[in-house]
């Protein structure tokens, strides 16, 4: 398994991922192919900002990661996240790129998995993630009821 950074060619996966109810299912709901376009154009310009995504390969592309800024407590958290194609499930290869990019960090990370997801919370907790509470938050325009994790430097 490797990491690669997030490129152009990558709009096919993103539009796998983003479109895919079962990758989905803890994140409101599938996009269309227009909205899955515009989260492609939204990673390649995020950059910029100090935003990073990669694509995770295993042989060939399996899904993203990626450690961005948000928006918190009136002012801003790191936080990362990972979606894999559903093919790629129960394999550790989420956990792998999970880890590899907090290992990255040489800062505070935060994570706000869906609550009934139970494999990302149980990432979050293997990889030394403190949980602190339940929040309600917007995800593309949908509430989504989330665990707050924090993950020290």
Not at 8 to 28: F, I, N, R, S, Y
Not at 109 to 134: E, K, M, Q, T, W
Request: proline share 5%; net charge neutral; hydrophobic share 45%.
């Amino acid at each position: 398994m490797e990491l690669r950074p997030y490129r152009e060619d990558d709009l096919a996966l993103t539009e796998a991922l983003e479109t895919d109810p079962v990758v989905k299912l803890h994140l409101g709901g599938v996009l269309t192919a227009a909205e899955a376009a515009a989260v492609h154009r939204h990673r390649l310009t995020a950059a910029g900002r100090g935003d990073r995504f990669w694509t995770v390969l295993a042989g060939e592309p399996a899904g993203v990661v990626g450690i961005w800024s948000t928006p918190w407590a009136g002012g801003a958290v790191d936080e990362v996240g990972w979606m894999l194609l559903p093919a790629y499930f129960g394999r550790g290869i989420g956990r792998w790129a999970a880890a590899a990019v907090v290992r990255q960090a040489d800062r505070e990370v935060h994570a706000f998995p869906a609550v009934a997801n139970v494999a990302s919370n149980a990432i979050c907790r293997s990889l030394g993630f403190r949980r602190l509470d339940d929040v309600d938050l917007d995800y593309a325009g949908r509430p989504l009821r989330c665990g707050h994790w924090v993950r020290s430097a």
